[in-house]
Nanobody
Framework: QVQLVESGGGLVQPGGSLRLSCAVS????????LAWYRQAPGTQRELVAR???????IYVDSVKGRFTISRDNAKNTVDLQMNSLKPEDTAAYYC?????????WGKGILVTVSP
């Protein structure tokens, strides 16, 4: 059974940093395309960053230079290092894995950026 479990969210002041981690189980990690999405209240879920098995990455323009996605093939985790956080980064963040033609999602974790 595939499971994605996020951790590391919370409250942080503007300009601060947080690191999100997602543990992926179920035997799909090594071949999966992994990503972080986010959804703020009243908005659609948006792709934040994606990483392929070979290490290629893409980012939404609003986080380029501030966020870094990485994957640890030994630990089966995908992390999102978030620096220089802004209030507009406040959202529920979701871990996503694409394996073959199947999409898998974590339950989400809240990140709040506020003074």
């Amino acid at each position: 059974q595939v499971q994605l479990v996020e951790s590391g969210g919370g409250l942080v002041q503007p300009g601060g940093s947080l690191r999100l981690s997602c543990a992926v189980s179920g035997g799909i990690f090594s071949t999966s395309v992994l990503a972080w999405y986010r959804q703020a209240p009243g908005t659609q879920r948006e792709l934040v960053a994606r990483i392929w098995s070979g290490g290629r990455t893409i980012y939404v323009d609003s986080v380029k230079g501030r966020f870094t996605i990485s994957r640890d093939n030994a630990k089966n985790t995908v992390d999102l290092q978030m620096n220089s956080l802004k209030p507009e980064d406040t959202a529920a963040y979701y871990c996503n894995a694409i394996a073959s033609t199947s999409y898998y999602w974590g339950k989400g974790i809240l990140v709040t950026v506020s003074p």
